[in-house]
């Protein structure tokens, strides 16, 4: 998947957030939004997953060279965000269920196997609700890593986890981002070290 901006700009009311940033995202790869606190990283990274609109500028998709509408991006897509919402009275298997019923699941796992991928065996008969932060970050980085998209677009992906979380995490993409674009929106090296392209938001003010 290739996703090309061009002049791409975000105001809320008469501040700009980010001015004409205009960047090639090309087929598998991992790149970096870098930049400090409210630099404009999460924004972007929505703009491009189709959640927010640009003020101004273009972003068009292509799959296998072919352009794609951006309202036909979702089944191309993976996210993940510190903010997202997720089902929390349902119970692990259950919202994993109900989420692969629209997106597939990558070629060889299955529910059982991503639950126990993200060690979370002794608690499949909680509700969402009783886990910890730690444990909801788990289940939305795998509901992302573990969906076949050719992108996967992560916003903070070790917020609230402990080490063993951020080792876990850190396997996940060696092991399952091969021949994905990967996107990753931080400010924080663990979170985006392998990451071979870096784009500064700062640098578009």
Same mark, same amino acid.
């Given at each position: 998947?290739?996703i090309?901006?061009?002049q791409?700009?975000?105001?809320?009311?008469k501040?700009?957030?980010?001015?004409?940033i205009?960047?090639?995202?090309n087929?598998?790869?991992?790149?970096?939004?870098?930049?400090a606190n409210?630099?404009?990283? !999460?924004?972007?990274?929505?703009?491009?997953?189709?959640? =927010?609109s640009p003020s101004?500028g +273009?972003i068009?998709?292509?799959? *296998?060279g072919k352009p794609?509408?951006?309202?036909a991006?979702?089944?191309?897509?993976?996210?993940c965000a510190?903010?997202?919402?997720?089902?929390e009275?349902?119970t692990l298997?259950?919202?994993?269920?109900?989420?692969?019923?629209f997106?597939?699941?990558?070629?060889?796992?299955?529910?059982?196997?991503?639950?126990a991928l993200?060690?979370?065996?002794?608690?499949v008969h909680?509700?969402?609700?009783?886990f910890? !932060?730690?444990?909801?970050?788990?289940?939305?980085?795998a =509901?992302a890593f573990f969906?076949? +998209?050719?992108?996967i677009?992560l *916003?903070?992906?070790c917020?609230?986890l402990d080490?063993k979380g951020?080792?876990q995490?850190?396997?996940w993409?060696e092991?399952y981002?091969?021949?994905r674009?990967l996107?990753?929106?931080s400010?924080d090296?663990?979170?985006?070290?392998?990451?071979k392209?870096?784009?500064?938001?700062?640098?578009?003010?």
């Amino acid at each position: 998947m290739k996703i090309s901006l061009d002049q791409l700009s975000k105001r809320f009311q008469k501040h700009w957030i980010f001015k004409d940033i205009s960047y090639n995202f090309n087929n598998s790869g991992s790149y970096a939004l870098l930049g400090a606190n409210g630099s404009g990283k !999460s924004t972007l990274l929505r703009i491009i997953a189709g959640l =927010q609109s640009p003020s101004k500028g +273009t972003i068009k998709y292509e799959v *296998d060279g072919k352009p794609l509408p951006a309202n036909a991006v979702f089944p191309y897509i993976s996210f993940c965000a510190p903010g997202m919402e997720i089902i929390e009275e349902l119970t692990l298997p259950e919202f994993l269920q109900f989420h692969f019923a629209f997106k597939k699941l990558l070629p060889g796992l299955d529910i059982t196997q991503i639950i126990a991928l993200c060690g979370l065996q002794q608690s499949v008969h909680k509700p969402i609700a009783d886990f910890s !932060s730690g444990m909801k970050q788990r289940v939305k980085l795998a =509901q992302a890593f573990f969906s076949d +998209t050719p992108l996967i677009l992560l *916003d903070e992906p070790c917020t609230n986890l402990d080490q063993k979380g951020v080792e876990q995490y850190e396997h996940w993409v060696e092991q399952y981002t091969k021949n994905r674009l990967l996107i990753v929106a931080s400010n924080d090296p663990k979170e985006y070290y392998f990451c071979k392209e870096r784009l500064e938001i700062e640098d578009f003010k």
